[in-house]
């Protein structure tokens, strides 16, 4: 790519290889790597290093975690009683910088989507089940986006979980805090009526 | 930060310390290598630590290198007697990528800046200078950026080499290609015209 000196060419090669990096940006990483002191550019090396050799699913929830059960299931703080079944990992990360929620979660590394072959059995619904079964579980709150999929999981979970006699709720669909009501969606605005609340 | 698996959160933090990456990048790169192939995890963390242990500058144009000469200094299909001077090694990239150049380069890492305290002694015209002295060089091509730091160093460097008898010029100022007239500022305009060509 670069007639450039072997191991710079080649750090800026890495760098534009990842998500939302584009070449400039890799470049300008690249050099202020090479410019700050030595301790910066091992830190974040090693993080990468860590965090990719020991990174695995935790047994109880199937989040991201280098220590099994992670410090959200092995938190005794944490109600037990109530589980947030998400998508994905980073859906964690949202739900807890809200500070919202104080049960544990279950992230199922996907959604039901049939047109990319994705089947239930492709999430981790049957460590889930497994959970409901050991655990008194008193809720389940699906979190899984408000999208055409992550509806039909939810809606999927919602039949496989009621039977056992466990309240299954959804989060709320509404318009967003600080926006404006002229430029939300039919659907968005649909929704905000339907769930709307006495004051 | 973030109350999430350790070395997730560590990963996750290290990336959003970079330049020109936010903490949504920072996560969306996280998330990434987590899941990608071990080998794109290792080979983006030892480009980052051999990166760093091994740069130096070349020690005959002072460019980042691991191997000295460096693979420009090095090739001996550049012409000698021309050397091209500028900031940093960034502008060694991009000149190179515009495949227009093939003598050889040095490298001030930085400009004259009596405002930041910055004068001629803290760039590397000591080095420039052993240069000239040494090899054969038949003309010098200012090459600094056409700002005022640029300008003033491309004068400074000018007063002290052209007393050697060496050819010294300065890249040409004017409108980028592709560029349109009605939105290029006065200066950009003024210089265009005075650097005007015959067809």
């Known amino acids: 790519l670069l007639n450039h000196a072997g191991v710079v060419g080649r750090l800026i090669n890495e760098f534009s290889m990842l998500p939302g990096v584009g070449p400039k940006t890799a470049q300008r990483i690249a050099f202020y790597l090479l410019n700050a002191p030595e301790e ?5 090396s090693d993080a990468v290093r860590e965090a990719r050799d020991n990174i695995k699913y935790c047994s ?13 299931c092995g938190n005794d703080k944490r109600s037990k009683a109530v589980i ?6 980073r859906d964690v990360i949202a739900m807890e910088k809200s500070r919202s929620f104080k049960g544990l979660y279950h992230v199922l590394h996907g959604a039901i989507s049939p047109m990319d ?3 239930p059995e492709k999430l981790k619904i049957k460590e889930l089940l497994g959970r409901l079964h050991k655990e008194k579980v008193e809720e ?10 992550g509806d039909a999981t939810a809606l999927y979970l919602a039949r496989l979980t009621k039977p056992l006699g466990i309240k299954v709720t959804r989060i709320a669909h509404g318009l967003p ?7 939300a969606d039919g659907v968005t605005l649909t929704k905000a009526l339907e769930g709307r609340q006495e004051m």
Chains 1, 2 share one sequence.
Not at 84 to 89: A, F, L, T
Not at 177 to 183: D, H, I, R, S, W
């Open 117 to 119: 072959g994705i089947g």
């Open 140 to 149: 389940l709150i699906l979190a899984t986006n408000p999208n055409v999929e």
């Open 177 to 183: 805090v600080g926006a404006y009501l002229e430029y």
């Open 60 to 72: 109880v929830c199937s989040n991201l975690t280098d220590i099994d059960p992670c410090t959200i």
């Open 84 to 89: 947030c079944i998400v998508q994905e990992p």
């Open 40 to 44: 910066v550019a091992h830190r974040l």
